[in-house]
């Protein structure tokens, strides 16, 4: 047993030996070891333990490095960036797009762009079929569409580019269209993202 | 005169474990062969210290293949080299309750059986050494693994808890326990 009562410095031995000790310590540790036969004992077990032979083979590391895949995750992007709820509501846009097999169109809130509304007939009429009507320059879809409650969709390119207002605006408007298609819808290719361990 | 092909940055050995890992994300795969270097052979003696005799470059190798499919949950809050042993250490009890599971239903013959040092008599070249080897065979498994830690790899306590999934408490008391126990075993042989 070390009789040394200097319990700071024998918790400091290892990293005495590791050469892991800030100038100001090292100095102060070297000076109690010179000072101290049994702090120096143990001193001399602990580097016998660290120089034992340990059976261990040479590691070929470039083989292993060969066998590590290339990195899949996401880098991060150069484009602005976006709150975490816009992209969240970008993809669901994406999903829910892909998914109903509609027919989608892009509205712009520009009085220089044409607006193209995609038309959807009132709940119940049992017809689910989607008719486009087209407002000039000026005029508000709302307006033009003025017999049919009008859900407005915007072209799956184009979401990412849709400010988060309308992103807000979009899935709103589509927890009210009822998207039930008349056919059997086709068939949603799913995205492998990987395993992670 | 036409400037040449621009010639990649070249490998910097001053370079941190997370700058390589962000090398490696972006698409230099000599930053993974910088790193898989940087770590191997620490591995590979952690597995020994532990009693592991064969399949070491495999389980290093696992390791390095397991730790590079997860870097983005490494945080950094402690050393690449920490997670690496945390990694490894599952991976080294995993095979031994395989191990088990397999014993108990294949009987090993009496050829089979070794003692621990013995396929490493002929490496021993000093006595002294191999006294200090049997002296870690005195101590209990989790003494061992605190103790190689703390000594061999200068790891802290709080990097040892890390590792074997403990408190830093604990990890004192195990290393001073050991440390008793060593000192004791060769000032009897």
Known sequence: MNKCMASDIQEMLPELLHNALPATERGRVEQHVVACESCREELRVLRAVK??????????????ARQIPPYRGVLPASAPARSRMTQWLVAATAAVLIIGGGSVVMNRD?????????????????ASELSPVIASPGTSVAAATQSAPVHTFALASDVASLSDGDLVQLMNDMDDFDALPAAEPDPVISVDSGDSL | MTPGPERPPADRADETDMELIARWKAGDGRAATQLVGRHSQALARFAASAGER???????QDTFVRAFASLDSFRGESSLRTWLFTIERRLM????????????????????????????????????????RKSLDALSPTQREVFTLRVQQGLSYKEIAEVVGST?????????????????FLKDE
């Open chain 2, 54 to 60: 064969d399949g070491i470059e495999e389980l290093v």
């Open chain 1, 51 to 64: 120089e034992a032979a340990v059976f261990a083979p040479a590691i070929d590391a470039a083989r292993i």
């Open chain 2, 168 to 184: 830093e408490g604990a990890a004192r008391v195990h290393y001073h326990n050991a440390i008793q126990t060593v000192k004791e």
């Open chain 1, 110 to 126: 520009s009085a220089t762009t044409e607006k193209i509304a995609v038309v959807a007939p009132a709940t119940g009429t049992g």
């Open chain 2, 93 to 132: 009890l995993d095979r031994r309750r395989a191990e088990r599971r397999s014993r108990e239903t294949v009987p090993v013959a009496e050829s089979d059986q070794v003692s621990e040092y013995g396929a490493l008599d002929g490496l021993i070249a000093e006595e002294a050494q191999e006294r200090v």
